[in-house]
């Protein structure tokens, strides 16, 4: 197997995803459905965040590949547009 930017990234990925406080919970916790989400289920998704091992990584990992729907690194998809804006302008700064 080849090596390439995108596998390594991947098995990054992959590394941080395993060792999650989230894993082994139903997907629908962190990534509700509808057009306004129940704000007890976004609640409690940030709170298995809270006590997360990996949370900045989760968090990186949605800014870096926009991730616009769920609960990412305890952040909300309302909260992750606002630090996005500041992440990606930050990293102009620093280009």
Not at 30 to 59: N, Q, R, T, Y
Request: with cysteine; proline share 5%.
């Amino acid at each position: 197997m080849t090596y390439g930017p995108t596998q390594i990234a991947a098995d990054l990925a992959a590394d941080w995803r395993v060792r999650a406080a989230c894993a082994g919970y139903p997907n629908e916790l962190f990534f509700p459905v509808g057009e306004s989400p129940d704000e007890a289920i976004i609640s409690k998704a940030k709170g298995i965040c809270a006590v997360c091992p990996v949370a900045e990584d989760c968090l990186t990992y949605a800014l870096e590949t926009n991730q616009r729907s769920g609960v990412w690194g305890g952040t909300s998809e309302k909260e992750r547009k606002s630090l996005r804006r500041k992440w990606l302008a930050e990293r102009r700064r620093s280009a």
